[in-house]
């Protein structure tokens, strides 16, 4: 197993905001190649989706926030940023035109998301996405749009080579510059006698081609069908270090807008260290009917799609309760527990030596 791998298996384990502590004992297990490492970050950060600080705002670290390479967009503020993975700080923050399509339909989900996140979630941060324009795939079209025109130019020198017209020879530059003076001349002539609806055919040849009208549709259409699904996300964060525990509830909503169906997945994550080193890893992935036929075009519409998902995080909520506070309290550690001795004190392992030489002695006077 490279150390790629290793690191990246133990990030994966790595408790809410411990990652710090994490990476420093790594360094002593084994050596951890930079790039190899940014890869680690870049992978953990957006599965655990980490929040950064954008000009004084929280935001969500997702992989529909990731656009190419180490840069990011935020769809709220329409930003784009350089994400520096280990500190998480964004460099390079610059405004750009709105990504997302169908940026109206985010928006009213955001806007409903946020209320729900900001009311129930320590520390909570939401976001929405539709399908977002790549910074790569635009680049990639320029670049196709002008390797097809050079094409057509080499296709175009060709065609007239392969005709056998006769280019011109160094020798019969005299003769050239004497036909070009009788063209010149000739045309000078046909200019006075030409007549005004030949200057008007001329005029309409100059005119460039006219833009089909069904391709401009097309694009249009293509631009506002390019969105099939929504994605939600939110988490909600709560760190206390100093008394040894640490939690973090992140969750990622899907709206399939081809089968009106949200499917949702549930991450739970909860370390408690205080004289011991225990983790608590939970996972959901519900599945539940769209109230709507489609996308929202009301804030009411959005808040009700929402609502949705309040309603099937309250179920597991619930059933966390039974399941931890219930039956693993009262059963389950109940049995795991020991009966003490009946001096009703713990037993001191320093002195088992002594436990047991007395244990042998009453052997011996028995």
């Not at 298996?9 to 790595?14: A, F, N, T």
């Not at 655990?48 to 969500?60: A, K, P, S, Y």
């Not at 941060?125 to 749009?145: P, R």
């Not at 899907?254 to 408690?272: K, P």
Request: with cysteine; proline share 4%.
């Amino acid at each position: 197993m490279s150390s790629a791998e290793i690191v990246r298996k133990i990030l994966k384990q790595s408790p809410p905001n411990e990652l710090k502590e994490v990476l420093e004992d790594l360094k002593v297990l084994t050596e951890i190649d930079q790039d190899d490492l940014n890869g680690c970050l870049k992978e953990f950060n957006e599965q655990q989706l980490n929040t950064i600080d954008l000009d004084g705002v929280r935001t969500l670290i997702t992989p529909q926030s990731h656009i190419n390479h180490d840069k990011y967009y935020d769809p709220k503020s329409s930003k784009v940023y350089k994400l520096n993975q280990l500190d998480l700080k964004a460099e390079n923050v610059e405004t750009v035109d709105q990504l997302n399509y169908q940026n109206h339909i985010r928006s009213l989900l955001e806007h409903a998301l946020d209320e729900y996140v900001e009311e129930f979630y320590s520390n909570g941060t939401a976001a929405v996405y539709t399908t977002v324009k790549c910074l790569d795939n635009m680049e990639q079209e320029q670049e196709q749009e002008l390797e097809k025109e050079q094409n057509q130019v080499e296709q175009t020198d060709e065609a007239v080579n392969e005709s056998g017209e006769k280019l011109p020879e160094e020798g019969d530059s005299e003769n050239e510059e004497n036909s070009e003076e009788q063209q010149d001349a000739g045309k000078t002539e046909q200019q006075e006698e030409s007549s005004p609806k030949e200057s008007q055919d001329k005029l309409e040849e100059a005119q460039p081609n006219p833009v089909d009208e069904p391709a401009a549709q097309n694009t249009q259409e293509t631009k506002s069908e390019d969105i099939s699904e929504i994605n939600l996300y939110y988490t909600g964060n709560k760190f206390n270090q100093s008394n040894y525990w640490s939690g973090r509830w992140r969750a990622r909503w899907v709206y399939d807008l081809t089968s009106d169906e949200i499917v949702g997945n549930i991450d739970i994550s909860i370390h408690y260290f205080e004289n011991g080193n225990v983790q608590l890893q939970a996972s959901h992935a519900p599945k539940i009917k769209s109230p709507l036929q489609g996308p929202p075009t009301t804030p009411e519409e959005a808040k009700k799609l929402v609502k949705a998902i309040i309603e099937s995080d309250r179920q597991y909520q619930a059933h966390l309760n039974v399941l931890y506070q219930d039956k693993l309290s009262e059963k389950l550690f109940k049995s795991l527990r020991r009966a003490l001795p009946i001096t009703r004190e713990k037993i001191d392992w320093d002195k088992v030596v002594n436990y047991k030489l007395g244990s042998e002695l009453g052997k011996l006077n028995s």
